[in-house]
């Protein structure tokens, strides 16, 4: 399985961008779809996250701000970010939890990062 991150970029204050990152591979179903974020000299954290059939969740930092959808047909998670701020620069990460078999359990899949740097 492999996901492919996309969207990234520079955007000044207040601006807005979408991430995108889209699985490919043995995939029998995804339960969960994050959104994580490291910037430089810091863990990586949660910012979104969305459950197949479920709600979502949101980093305080980001809520009312970012709205993270999925499209269960493309295998696909996207992260809309608006009112974007300095402190929003960060390498973003996607993860998905995904069955490759029906008697399998999940597994965690990471993908390449996405900078989104937040600069005037």
């Known amino acids: 399985v492999q996901l492919q991150a996309s969207g990234g970029g520079s955007v000044q204050p207040g601006g807005s961008l979408r991430l995108s990152c889209e699985a490919s591979g043995r995939i029998f179903s995804i339960n969960v779809m994050g959104w994580y974020r490291q910037a430089p000299g810091k863990q990586r954290e949660l910012v979104a996250s969305i459950v197949k059939g479920a709600g979502t969740n949101y980093a305080d930092s980001v809520n009312g701000r970012f709205s993270i959808s999925r499209d269960n047909v493309k295998n696909t998670v996207y992260l809309q970010m608006n009112s974007l701020k300095a402190e929003d620069t960060a390498v973003y990460y996607c993860?998905?939890?995904?069955?490759?078999?029906?008697?399998?359990?999940?597994?965690?899949?990471w993908g390449k990062g996405t900078q989104v740097t937040v600069s005037s």
């Open positions: 993860k998905f939890g995904v069955r490759t078999r029906l008697a399998e359990p999940g597994m965690d899949f």
